[in-house]
């Protein structure tokens, strides 16, 4: 079956814009991970969702980022203002079920000038 | 202490020996554990995961886990070129929803 998809999978933009990133999960999967990646670094968790219950958003590094999921599928990851410290790959990841296998999709690369 | 801790290697093993990864973690109470494959550029991969103390197979691969010392190892027998990638340790720590991941460790097979 079709795999974690994400998009766009390379964004450029200035300082200072607002970007959104895409995540559609596997289908049936309730749980939905939203991960950083900056170069030659480990993962660093965002934020989580799990089917209709409030998100975990400990993870997210400042108020300038946030996202949601509708209809406990899609998600869109939304970076305002954006600085080039924010400069990473954003790695998407679903699972069936929270604690179970996460699956990742091929990440965003995000380069902010 | 970080939650979850890998030495970043680089890791060099020859063509066909046991390749042999580790991983630490600090919280008693984890349950599950796995460990992924990230190619240079690439996302990671699920390799296996355990939940259970002793040791997993599959093919080439093993996992160890010892939750009285709470470490996760990953052995790859026969090793191959083509196994060079960071190998990234994850742990569900209890009550927190999420993964923890550690941060990797870079392998290199040398042919």
């Known amino acids: 079956g079709a795999g974690v998809s994400q998009s766009p999978s390379n964004k450029v933009t200035e300082k200072g814009k607002d970007v959104e990133l895409r995540c559609d999960p596997i289908s049936g999967h309730t749980a939905l991970y939203w991960y950083r990646q900056s170069l030659g670094q480990g993962l660093e968790f965002l934020i989580y969702?799990?089917?209709?219950?409030?998100?975990?958003k400990s993870g997210l590094p400042s108020d300038r980022f946030s996202a949601e999921r509708t209809g406990g599928s899609v998600s869109t990851l939304t970076i305002q203002r954006t600085q080039q410290e924010d400069s990473a790959v954003y790695l998407c990841?679903?699972?069936?079920?929270?604690?179970?296998?996460?699956?990742f999709g091929p990440g965003t690369r995000l380069l902010v000038l | 202490q970080k939650e979850v801790e890998q030495n970043s290697g680089p890791l060099s093993v020859p063509e066909g020996a046991i390749a042999s990864l580790n991983c630490t973690y600090s919280?008693?109470?984890?349950?599950?554990f796995f460990w992924y494959r990230q190619y240079s550029g690439k996302s990671p991969e699920l390799i296996m995961f355990?939940?259970?103390?002793g040791d997993k197979e599959d093919g080439r691969f093993t996992a160890q886990l010892n939750k009285a010392s709470q470490y996760v190892s990953l052995l790859i027998r026969d090793s191959q070129p083509s196994d060079s990638a960071t190998y990234l340790c994850?742990?569900?720590?209890?009550?927190?929803?999420?993964?923890?991941f550690g941060q990797g460790t870079r392998l290199t097979i040398n042919p």
């Open positions: 994850a742990v569900n720590i209890q009550g927190a929803q999420k993964l923890v």
């Open positions: 919280d008693r109470g984890s349950q599950s």
């Open positions: 969702f799990q089917g209709n219950s409030a998100p975990d």
């Open positions: 990841a679903s699972s069936r079920q929270y604690q179970e296998t996460q699956y």
């Open positions: 355990i939940y259970s103390n």
